[in-house]
């Protein structure tokens, strides 16, 4: 059985940092490649990052430039650096492994709240 833990979310003035902390527990880290995603008050869900096992990456059109998502193979963990915070990147961010198997289920985590306000 496969659990995301998320950490690290919290209150930040805008223009500050933070980093989101994703923990895989369970076997198989490298049959999934792991999304942050996020979910503000009143939209949908957003793809924010993405993080292949092979190192890859890709950003949705709102990190791009100011987050950096990172894989540790070896501690089965994902990060998500966020920089230059403005206050619409106010969700709760999410963290989810889709396999690279379709025939395998994904996995989400509870979600960390990130509020950016003065």
């Known amino acids: 059985q496969v659990q995301l833990v998320e950490s690290g979310g919290g209150l930040v003035q805008p223009g500050g940092s933070l980093t989101l902390s994703c923990v895989f527990l369970g076997s198989g880290f490298n049959s999934y490649y792991v999304n942050w995603y996020r979910r503000a008050p009143g939209k949908q869900r957003e793809l924010v990052a993405v993080?292949?096992?092979?190192?890859?990456?890709n950003y949705g059109d709102s990190a791009e430039g100011r987050f950096t998502i990172s894989r540790d193979n070896l501690k089965n963990t994902v990060d998500l650096q966020m920089n230059s915070l403005k206050s619409e990147d106010t969700a709760v961010y999410y963290c989810n492994a889709a396999p690279y198997d379709r025939r395998l289920r994904e996995y989400w985590g509870q979600g960390t709240q990130v509020t950016v306000s003065s």
């Open positions: 993080a292949g096992r092979g190192g890859g990456t």
